[in-house]
């Protein structure tokens, strides 16, 4: 086994510090998600030039609902605007939008306009963006298990079979996992498909991220020798 030749296929990305990034500036915080979005533009123009396939953003997780409420309203509102006032952007650079995540459990106006882009931008091929949205990855699992069980009629179920009812089976498994603004955990982000994949963990906040991360992050990549439990 040798260092990759290529960037990651499939590359999941825990976006951290909009909030500091506004409090440094004292802008409110909801102002610090507006900017975070500006740069999952710029990375996600970048990782369609690196060859990276599928990016997975760590939009909201199952535990966000903590947040004060008004937080959690301006970031659903935030997210059913940009999902649809961003369909010629995504549509321009070949964006294909998917979501990954207990979806059944959000307002109805995020799951209509998660399921509207998903079938307006379903056969563009450059890049796949997964939005991670009511996203645990202890929650997926659990699912999947469920419907492993439930598939299956047995009463034990295997890793393969799992692996076959997460969200988005179709996907390739993530390859490398970043966070920004230098905190250094999972917080339940793709736990299962995690066992093997890459990690890296960057200073910069969300909000500062553009094309030099990605580059970087690709670099990065090129570096690991991985193993899969093997040897050398
Ligand atoms: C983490 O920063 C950021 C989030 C939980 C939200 C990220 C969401 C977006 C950028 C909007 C995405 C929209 C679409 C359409 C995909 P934080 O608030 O935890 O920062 P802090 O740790 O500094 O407080």
Not at 39 to 52: D, S, Y
Not at 171 to 199: H, K
Request: with cysteine; net charge neutral.
């Amino acid at each position: 086994m040798s260092k990759s030749a290529s960037g990651p296929t499939h590359l999941g990305i825990i976006m951290d510090g909009n909030g500091r990034w506004a409090k440094r500036r004292s802008l409110p915080r909801t102002a610090g998600h507006v900017e975070g979005l500006k740069a999952l533009k710029r990375v996600i123009i970048e990782a369609k030039e690196q060859g990276i396939e599928v990016v997975t953003f760590y939009t909201f997780s199952t535990e966000n609902w903590k947040r004060s409420e008004q937080e959690v309203s301006y970031l659903m509102h935030l997210i059913v605007s940009k999902l649809h006032g961003e369909l010629a952007f995504y549509n321009r650079h070949g964006i294909r939008i998917r979501a990954r995540g207990d979806l059944s459990a959000l307002p109805q106006p995020v799951q209509e306009a998660i399921a509207k882009t998903e079938a307006a931008t379903q056969s563009n091929s450059a890049i796949t963006a997964v939005i991670a949205i009511n996203y645990g990855g202890r929650d997926e699992i659990c699912r999947a298990v469920g419907k492993a069980l439930a598939a299956s009629g047995k009463q034990s179920v295997t890793e393969e079979e799992i692996s076959q009812h997460l969200d988005l089976p179709d996907l390739p498994p993530v390859d490398m996992i970043v966070r920004s603004a230098d905190e250094q955990r999972l917080s339940n982000f793709l736990l299962w498909e995690s066992a093997y994949a890459e990690l890296a963990f960057y200073e910069k906040l969300w909000p500062e991220w553009g094309r030099e991360e990605i580059q970087a992050i690709c670099q990065e990549y090129r570096l690991r020798v991985r193993k899969f439990g093997g040897v050398e």
